[in-house]
């Protein structure tokens, strides 16, 4: 890109000058400096915050909708009076009911829900009723020296 207007030159006189002010004026570089370095960081800081305060208050909530408390109940009822359904059926009864509602949205629920102890204790009632008709084995081989099985 060319200039429209040619860069400015330094004339002898000019340099003259800032010879003589670099000799006599100790603190010459400091007229050169509009503002320090520290002044532009902090600038360019409050710049950024500023920036994303206002990016942050103008989308407003970001993300998912949330679910109201009353299909979130409603899951949790499913998962405990249905505990072989998946996060799959338990959607589709969703729909019927006529709440649109993702699967995988539906699956993190499902694993928040209050899971129920009774099926834990159905299964130690089982053992209990029926322990003498239960048989454990276990079969294990054992080499000896010689290479046979007992």
């Known amino acids: 890109m ?3 207007y040619p860069r400015p030159r330094l004339a002898a006189l000019d340099k003259l000058f800032w010879v003589v002010a670099r000799r006599f004026w100790s603190e010459w570089k400091q007229a050169l400096m509009v503002v320090s370095p520290e002044t532009v960081v902090r600038w360019h800081r409050s710049g950024f915050a500023l920036y994303w305060r206002a990016i942050s208050k103008a989308r407003g909530r970001i993300g998912r909708r949330r679910i109201s408390k009353e299909v979130r109940d409603l899951i ?4 405990t009076e249905n505990p072989i359904w ?3 059926r338990i959607r589709g009864e969703l729909l019927m009911l006529g709440f649109d509602i993702s699967e ?6 499902m694993r928040q829900a209050p899971r129920d102890p009774e099926p834990a204790r159905h299964w130690l009632a089982f053992l209990r009723n029926h322990r003498e008709a ?3 084995m ?4 054992v080499p000896t020296l010689t290479f046979r099985v007992l």
């Open 2 to 4: 060319k200039r429209r």
């Open 76 to 79: 949790f009822r499913m998962v």
């Open 86 to 88: 998946g996060a799959p």
């Open 104 to 109: 995988p949205t539906v699956s993190r629920w």
């Open 134 to 136: 239960i048989a454990a």
């Open 138 to 141: 276990d079969f294990f081989t």
